[in-house]
């Protein structure tokens, strides 16, 4: 099992150096100093990295870095709400398709995921605004909290900022930052809920094959009891690793997502940085999203192994 960390972690490193390779090799086609090697110049741009020093922005003036801080957990917030979303939806849709395979409640939640992994982020984002928001007037049209709240940034998350706030309005505060999250959220979770349903219903098919669930059946059990208790418990690892690449999927949807509800995250700061012609925030907003993503994939995948017996004894095989 060290071993398997030990090469997932090289893994990551080479994949991670790959990635500000590939960066610094765009800069230097823009932005190239005659006075300056390749090599010299990858080696002063890791230094850098490693440093925290993201440059400064030449429109605010301000360091990258700190700004990058200020957008994050805003986009960080929405992703997180977004895989609740899809998990608490996914599931147990994924689960009825399985249990009813071939019939109409799986042919329905099939086409339902297909429909839904079709549809355009940014033109479901508008046509929830105009039915919810400015139709019935239900959820806030844009931003991450109501004007009348002044709330002090401590981790940039809003819900738990405002749950933070010394003030008298804490809670109306709290459930308006809820507000304000549900339509984004909901938006963004279309993608990752139908690839959890396909992975769960996928990946329960395979497990309900098995003998020692026929077993458990023909001895009388539920098969509530069954599902629960044998089948979930062993398909949800087997899903985990492909779940795990759906952070990617989330993070690239969060920047259309972003710019439809004017949420204040990283995705909509990459994108006025690019319209303004800011290198330095586009460079360090890009290098966060590709980071954070490969980062997120590699541990999902570690933690499946480690809580997945099958997965532990398939890399043991593999190294006698």
Same mark, same amino acid.
């Given at each position: 099992m060290l071993l398997y960390l030990l090469r997932r972690l090289g893994l990551l490193i080479s994949t991670l150096l790959?990635?500000?390779?590939?960066?610094?090799?765009?800069?230097?086609?823009?932005?190239?100093?005659?006075?300056q090697s390749f090599i010299e110049g990858y080696s002063l741009f890791l230094q850098q990295l490693l440093t925290g020093d993201f440059g400064v922005s030449s429109v605010s003036g301000l360091p990258v870095l700190g700004t990058l801080g200020q957008y994050f957990p805003a986009t960080l917030e929405l992703c997180l709400a977004a895989f609740i979303i899809s998990l608490l939806v996914g599931v147990p849709a994924g689960t009825w398709a399985a249990l009813h395979l071939n019939r109409w409640q799986d042919t329905s939640i099939l086409t339902g995921t297909l429909i839904g992994y079709s549809v355009p982020v940014f033109w479901l984002g508008l046509l929830l605004v105009m039915f919810f928001s400015?139709?019935?007037?239900?959820?806030?049209?844009?931003?991450? /909290?109501? &004007?009348?709240?002044?709330?002090?940034?401590?981790?940039? %998350? $809003? #819900?738990?900022?405002?749950?933070?706030?010394d003030t008298p309005y804490r809670w109306p505060a709290f459930f308006d930052a809820l507000r304000h999250?549900?339509?984004p959220a909901l938006v963004l979770a279309i993608v990752p809920t139908t690839e959890v349903i396909r992975q769960i219903r996928s990946a329960?098919?395979?497990?309900?094959?098995?003998?020692?669930?026929?077993?458990?059946?023909?001895?009388g059990v539920s098969e509530n009891h069954v599902i629960l208790r044998h089948g979930l418990r062993n398909a949800f690892p087997m899903a985990i690793?492909? /779940?795990? &690449?759906?952070?990617?999927?989330?993070?690239?949807?969060? %920047? $259309? #997502?972003?710019?439809v509800f004017d949420w204040p995250g990283l995705g909509r700061w990459l994108i006025t940085s690019i319209a303004l012609q800011d290198y330095a925030a586009i460079k360090a907003?890009?290098?966060?999203?590709?980071?954070?993503?490969?980062?997120?994939?590699?541990?999902?995948?570690?933690?499946?192994?480690?809580?997945?017996?099958a997965r532990r004894r398939a890399i043991y095989a593999s190294q006698r």
């Amino acid at each position: 099992m060290l071993l398997y960390l030990l090469r997932r972690l090289g893994l990551l490193i080479s994949t991670l150096l790959m990635l500000t390779l590939i960066a610094f090799s765009l800069e230097f086609q823009l932005l190239s100093q005659p006075t300056q090697s390749f090599i010299e110049g990858y080696s002063l741009f890791l230094q850098q990295l490693l440093t925290g020093d993201f440059g400064v922005s030449s429109v605010s003036g301000l360091p990258v870095l700190g700004t990058l801080g200020q957008y994050f957990p805003a986009t960080l917030e929405l992703c997180l709400a977004a895989f609740i979303i899809s998990l608490l939806v996914g599931v147990p849709a994924g689960t009825w398709a399985a249990l009813h395979l071939n019939r109409w409640q799986d042919t329905s939640i099939l086409t339902g995921t297909l429909i839904g992994y079709s549809v355009p982020v940014f033109w479901l984002g508008l046509l929830l605004v105009m039915f919810f928001s400015l139709n019935l007037g239900w959820l806030p049209v844009s931003g991450q /909290l109501s &004007l009348l709240y002044e709330i002090e940034q401590v981790t940039g %998350i $809003m #819900t738990i900022d405002t749950l933070l706030a010394d003030t008298p309005y804490r809670w109306p505060a709290f459930f308006d930052a809820l507000r304000h999250l549900v339509l984004p959220a909901l938006v963004l979770a279309i993608v990752p809920t139908t690839e959890v349903i396909r992975q769960i219903r996928s990946a329960l098919l395979e497990v309900l094959k098995q003998n020692y669930i026929r077993a458990a059946l023909t001895k009388g059990v539920s098969e509530n009891h069954v599902i629960l208790r044998h089948g979930l418990r062993n398909a949800f690892p087997m899903a985990i690793p492909t /779940l795990g &690449l759906q952070f990617g999927t989330v993070l690239t949807s969060a %920047i $259309m #997502t972003e710019i439809v509800f004017d949420w204040p995250g990283l995705g909509r700061w990459l994108i006025t940085s690019i319209a303004l012609q800011d290198y330095a925030a586009i460079k360090a907003g890009t290098l966060a999203i590709a980071t954070f993503t490969i980062v997120a994939s590699a541990a999902v995948e570690v933690l499946s192994t480690l809580i997945y017996p099958a997965r532990r004894r398939a890399i043991y095989a593999s190294q006698r």
